[in-house]
């Protein structure tokens, strides 16, 4: 009963264009998408900022220029809503230097050695922006672009589709990509994101989101107390440079080993090197069309717990190694070491160079797909 009245207050919001639409049913339900002006790029580009309001209250806010994520509020085990991911209040801040806060990465998410592939025959280059190796798309990955924004009608909840095409040679890849980032966020507290693209020429690709989550808000403190299972049994080592060295190496008897489990913080000095944590590829054991169950996170104060379901065959767990106190986010809040963890589901690093590893080629005629739910409980 209660789709079929958001579904009609969706109807209704497309029908008038982008304001505010409340579905009219039990309790105090509301799904709606507002959307507002958030600045412009140094080109002169205008940026939107959009609020999706699921029918429990819910709210997930988007901005156009690297289809990012700057904030979601979810319950906690009292019902009170709370930020649960890092970002900014404004424009400016997103522009200047940031580690990915909330963004889409892409053309290729994570490294490529040595910032060069070869595909076809023909060598690419690209940027090398994290020495010696090219981090996450390049000098102006899909994260620092802006996108084309447009709400879609959905029974399960407030949705945004976000579309970019990337030309032929962009950062150095071959083809143009066209690329959407769809954002759900559900009625029972899930942000479903479910990413296509489509090439004319044989590329790689590799798109994730970049959120850095802190489940008791992100104004209390480190994530180091949160409670974190992953549903993998093996992992891909890497040299110093974060490079895999093409083994599959199991996680047992190591600080990695987080199938039953762990807090964050338990095993965390036990890993070597600067600047220290967690900072690796899990190898999924799933089927990978739909998306199955491949990291639980919860947390013990606010009682929030998190399920991240994907289609992807691999996750980062990156907890945040290289955040130093140098940046101020929303709420004038200083970002330390391990103040959030990203759980970003995605092809293996570097793949590009591992016949072994799954393959992020995408070629013409194909549709590349993905999707990645982050879901919302409390115990
Ligand atoms: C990478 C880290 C990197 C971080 C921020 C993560 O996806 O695995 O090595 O420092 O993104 O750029």
Not at 313 to 327: A, C, E, R, T
């Amino acid at each position: 009963m209660r789709k079929v009245v958001v579904f009609v207050g969706w109807m209704s919001l497309l029908s008038v264009g982008l304001c505010s639409v409340e579905a009219k049913g039990e309790k105090k339900e509301k799904s709606s998408v507002k959307k507002e002006a958030f600045g412009k790029t140094e080109d002169g580009l205008a940026v939107e900022r959009y609020t999706l309001t699921n029918a429990v209250g819910s709210t997930a806010k988007i901005i156009t220029y690297g289809a990012l994520l700057t904030e979601l509020n979810v319950p906690d085990r009292d019902g009170k809503l709370g930020d649960v991911v890092l970002g900014f209040d404004n424009l400016k801040d997103y522009l200047a230097e940031h580690p990915y806060f909330g963004a889409t990465v892409g053309r290729v998410a994570n490294r490529i050695a040595k910032g060069t592939f070869t595909l076809e025959g023909k060598t690419y280059k690209l940027a090398i922006n994290n020495p010696p190796n090219t981090l996450h798309g390049g000098q102006k990955g899909f994260d620092k672009v802006v996108w084309k924004a447009e709400p879609k009608a959905t029974p399960d909840g407030p949705s945004l589709e976000l579309s970019y095409v990337s030309k032929d040679g962009e950062e150095g890849y071959p083809g143009t990509l066209t690329a959407h980032v769809t954002y759900t966020l559900t009625n029972d507290n899930a942000l479903r994101i479910d990413y296509t693209a489509t090439t004319d020429k044989a590329t790689p690709v590799n798109l994730t989101n970049h959120s850095y989550f802190n489940l008791a808000g992100t104004k209390t403190g480190d994530i180091l107390d949160h409670e974190l299972t992953v549903f993998a049994t093996k992992y891909t080592p890497t040299d110093e440079t974060l490079i895999p060295t093409g083994e599959i190496k199991p996680v047992q008897d190591t600080p990695f080993d987080f199938t039953k489990p762990r807090r964050i913080g338990e095993r965390i000095d036990r890993l070597k090197g600067e600047p220290g944590g967690y900072d690796l590829n899990y190898v999924l054991t799933k089927d990978k069309k739909e998306p199955t169950l491949a990291a639980r996170v919860s947390e013990p104060k606010s009682g929030r717990v998190m399920e991240v379901l994907t289609t992807e065959p691999g996750i980062q767990l990156y907890s945040g190694n290289f955040l130093d106190g140098k940046l101020k986010g929303r709420g004038d809040v200083v970002y330390k070491k391990h103040w959030g963890f990203c759980l970003e589901a995605q092809h293996f690093p570097d793949a590009v160079h591992h016949e072994r590893f799954p393959t992020m080629i995408l070629k013409p005629g194909e549709t590349y797909k993905q999707t990645t739910i982050y879901a919302f409980k409390t115990k």
